[in-house]
């Protein structure tokens, strides 16, 4: 899993803020023929309805608004963290420097006052947003870690899962971490549910796997959710917390139903149009703030979005010139957020 990842430079980095030359395009031509916000009729923020942003020196692997919508973080194959703000000029005000490999995920803590990110550096990390600080380094794992996720309520808890197979839970009030879960393959995502007592896992065994934390670390898993034939690359929970969406590298976008006493076929929808490519990078996914929509990353360069309910592709988006890795959705407005490998984010207002 870790081949395009090894190939980042091994130099160590300073750690803390620094602001590098950024570059916004706000042309509206950037991306012809997308079904998005037409300039005359616009109601929204931005400050042009398609803005691209460059400044990252490698591929960038992933993005998400902070919990307000006010600000962007991205993670990139160039080892940093760029915090962007979204309206006001759409600037690139900090840039997080620590990790010494590939940064493959990043997300915001529920308050917004706090990141967490991992990497290929086999480290996951926490990060002061306002100061530009890092505040914690997670340094257990002994492979790649590929994905991280916080819990959405409650304490500051988080999980981690690497190429090592262990899936890890942390408490930001403890130094090490509190649970270590053993997967038997590698972990290539992961995801809280809404309450602190479970965890899901995916990875190369192309078993979905969820986690009740308090049977222990020795346990087996409380539910295997089978239907993808292929790796894992990616998985979001939705809004209310009663559904899990899942990307894979079988080219297939799932959603399965893990509320407690669900129909024994959990797989209740199936995704499809995006692809995945000889490239084999971790595409994520990701569902509106409505749970209506849900979107994911292509090896074909499109931005991808679909009608939940209906199942039909509603959108895809052309602009990039490299691999779609994430697209995120605005927490608040029909807006969204896409990073690629060819180094730059777009941010685009649906109709």
């Known amino acids: 899993m870790g081949d395009k990842r090894d190939r980042a430079a091994k130099a160590g980095i300073d750690e803390g803020p620094l602001v590098p030359n950024k570059k916004v395009r706000t042309d509206t031509d950037i991306v012809r023929g997308c079904d998005l916000q037409d300039v005359k009729t616009r109601n929204r923020q931005l400050s042009a309805p398609i803005l691209q942003l460059s400044g990252h020196a490698g591929e960038v692997l992933s993005l998400r608004f902070s919990p307000d919508g006010q600000y962007l973080a991205s993670a990139s194959f160039d080892k940093d963290i760029f915090c962007w703000r979204v309206y006001d000029g759409t600037d690139n005000f900090m840039v997080l420097k620590g990790h010494r490999n590939a940064v493959l995920e990043v997300h915001w803590f529920t308050g917004g006052e706090m990141l967490l990110s991992c990497a290929a550096d086999k480290t996951a ?3 002061d947003v306002e100061s530009g600080l890092q505040v914690k380094k997670l340094g257990e794992h002994t492979g790649i870690v590929n994905s991280c996720c916080p819990l959405r309520h409650g304490a500051k808890m988080f999980v981690t899962g690497a190429d090592d197979t262990t899936v890890k839970v942390w408490d930001m009030r403890v130094k090490k971490s509190v649970l270590t879960v053993r997967d038997g393959f590698p972990v290539c995502a992961v995801a809280f549910a809404d309450t602190d007592d479970q965890v899901y896992t995916g990875g190369v065994d192309n078993v979905i796997k969820a986690w009740d934390l308090r049977k222990g670390s020795g346990s087996d898993p409380a539910l ?4 993808h034939s292929d790796t894992v690359t990616g998985l979001r929970l939705s809004p209310d917390g009663s559904h899990l969406l899942s ?11 893990v509320r407690p006493y669900a129909p024994q076929s959990r797989c209740t929808k199936v995704f499809t149009g995006h692809l995945h490519n000889f490239e084999k990078n971790l595409l994520r996914c990701d569902y509106s703030s409505d749970g209506s929509r849900v979107a994911c990353g292509s090896a074909d360069r499109k931005v991808y979005i679909w009608d939940t309910n209906l199942r039909k592709v509603l959108y895809a988006l052309p602009g990039h010139t490299g691999s779609v890795n994430e697209v995120v959705f605005h ?10 490998s060819d180094m730059t984010i777009f941010l685009g207002e649906l109709v």
């Open 247 to 257: 990307n894979s590298m079988d080219n297939t976008l799932r959603e399965w139903d």
């Open 331 to 340: 927490p608040k407005e029909p807006i969204i957020g896409s990073a690629s």
């Open 224 to 227: 295997l959710l089978k239907g």
């Open 125 to 127: 990390r926490c990060w």
